[in-house]
């Protein structure tokens, strides 16, 4: 079955404890991305990979960091997350561009940081 | 950045209406996404379109470049229908990057 997925679905942390969410697709797409979505705020995407060893900042990069060693995976990391990174995470994919081909959603990652 | 602003923020309907949701957007795009948020969260994509009509099942997206509008319209709407709808466009300078509307929540009664 054509898939994003993330794990894990649920986290509750504490300020400055470093965590990783991971995200993995397996429809063989060039294209990933991560969205956080807040009351109010709709979606913004924090990052986003055009390709393996290509990542690209996208609205709020800030406290974030990512990867793309494979072409399957585009791993979240928050190095010393902040209560203000509580939010629900997507990780995203398609084909090519983001313009031009359909988005593929990751399940969420609710995270709460305390 | 590419404004995308979404009309109604939220929509109460009874089963069996027509529902129509708009988007507009500031800059000229290749092609605007819908997508459906349903009350558990997940995310699925609806419609991608560049120009004209698409339709699946009872659900017709429309898209007029020129005015820099979309619509979204559900014939016969359903209580399964509920959801929150959401409109985004690539951003002015990339095609690599999306900007998302608020969404619309869409609550059908039955």
């Known amino acids: 079955e054509a898939q994003v997925t993330q794990n894990p679905r649920y986290l509750i942390t504490v300020t400055g404890k470093k965590l990783t969410v991971t995200c993995s697709q397996n429809?063989?797409?060039?294209?990933m991305s991560w969205y956080r979505q807040d009351p109010g705020l709709g979606l913004r995407q924090i990052y986003y990979s055009m390709n393996v060893e290509v990542t690209d900042k996208g609205d709020v990069p800030e406290g974030y960091k990512v990867s793309r060693k494979e072409k399957r995976n585009f791993p979240l990391i928050l190095e010393s997350p902040s209560p203000n990174q509580t939010s629900l995470y997507f990780c995203a994919s398609s084909l090519w561009l983001a313009d031009t081909d359909t988005q593929y959603f990751g399940p969420g990652t609710r995270l709460t940081v305390l | 950045k590419n404004e995308v602003e979404q009309s109604p923020q939220n929509l109460t309907a009874q089963e069996g209406e027509f529902i129509t949701i708009n988007c507009s957007y500031s800059v000229g795009i290749s092609a605007l996404h819908w997508l459906q948020q349903h009350p558990g969260g997940g995310i699925v994509s609806l419609f991608m379109l560049s120009s004209g009509k698409k339709k699946h099942g009872r659900l017709i997206a429309t898209i007029n470049i020129q005015e820099k509008h979309s619509s979204l319209h559900i014939t016969a709407s359903h209580p399964r229908d509920s959801a929150v709808y959401i409109c985004?466009?690539?951003?002015?300078?990339?095609?690599?990057?999306?900007?998302f509307g608020e969404g619309t929540q869409l609550t059908v009664n039955p």
């Open positions: 429809m063989n797409h060039e294209y």
């Open positions: 985004a466009v690539p951003s002015e300078t990339s095609g690599s990057r999306l900007t």
